[in-house]
């Protein structure tokens, strides 16, 4: 069964408008975090969250880690075509290499 | 500080063959993890490595596959006897330390093709 759940697997939006990915866990984590995948290279890390309720930023990208931390979200603001590609989530489940889900395909169209 | 190096970026080998597939960590870093995505799927770890041990091999398919990360040089992953299902993306991730209080670095994928 997969650890990780991502939502959406896909996503079209308008160039200008928000969105957000979603990346849920059946396990507590002790760790989350977010990459960018450009098609056909490698990741770009992003942001780590580590403890419950934190919240960090960076240009127009805001991630999220529950209370629980078992539900992490990433939100982006007035989405770019250069905000495309794949959202990947990872997470350590505990002194462990890292979890992670399937990805979140991202196209924002003009 | 050149990131994580991996190569060849590309690598096609027929049915039977075997494959390599190379890591430099970042300059700095003595934990090693490899990856496999799949089309269409995410990242599946396969091994973790530190300088001259293996951490945690439980992602590794038992038969052909094996990982090494010796004092001097880069760290291999090698494939023997190829199949078509062995077609992917494996990537390499290092870190300085225990990836829980640090991020991993990825390099850009070595992109095998079995035919």
């Known amino acids: 069964s997969q650890e990780l759940e991502q939502s959406p697997q896909s996503l079209i939006v308008q160039e200008g408008k928000n969105l957000t990915i979603n990346c849920t866990s059946s396990k507590t984590l002790y760790g989350l975090y977010w990459y960018k995948q450009k098609y056909g290279e490698g990741l770009i890390f992003l942001m780590m969250?580590?403890?419950?309720?934190e919240e960090k930023s960076h240009e127009k990208i805001t991630a999220k880690l529950d209370e629980k931390k078992q539900q992490s979200s990433l939100h982006i603001t007035a989405s770019q075509p250069s905000h495309a590609g794949i959202y990947l989530c990872g997470a350590d489940m505990r002194n462990t290499p890292l979890v992670f889900g399937k990805g979140t395909r991202l196209s924002v169209i003009a | 500080n050149a990131g994580v190096m991996q190569n060849p970026r590309h690598l096609v080998r027929r049915r039977g063959q075997e494959a390599r597939l190379r890591c430099s960590p970042m300059?700095?870093?003595?934990?090693v993890y490899w990856y496999r995505q799949l089309p269409e799927e995410g990242l599946k770890f396969m091994v973790y490595?530190?300088?001259?041990?293996?951490?945690?091999e439980s992602g590794m398919p038992k038969e052909r596959f094996s990982a090494e990360f010796p004092k001097e040089g880069p760290s291999i992953l090698r494939i023997q006897q190829v199949v078509r299902g062995d077609s992917a993306a494996y990537f390499c991730?290092?870190?300085?330390?225990?990836?829980?209080?640090?991020?991993?670095?990825f390099g850009q994928g070595t992109r095998l093709t079995v035919v």
């Open positions: 300059k700095g870093h003595s934990h």
């Open positions: 969250l580590q403890k419950g309720g």
């Open positions: 991730a290092s870190s300085p330390g225990v990836v829980s209080v640090t991020e991993a670095f």
């Open positions: 490595l530190q300088k001259e041990n293996i951490i945690d």
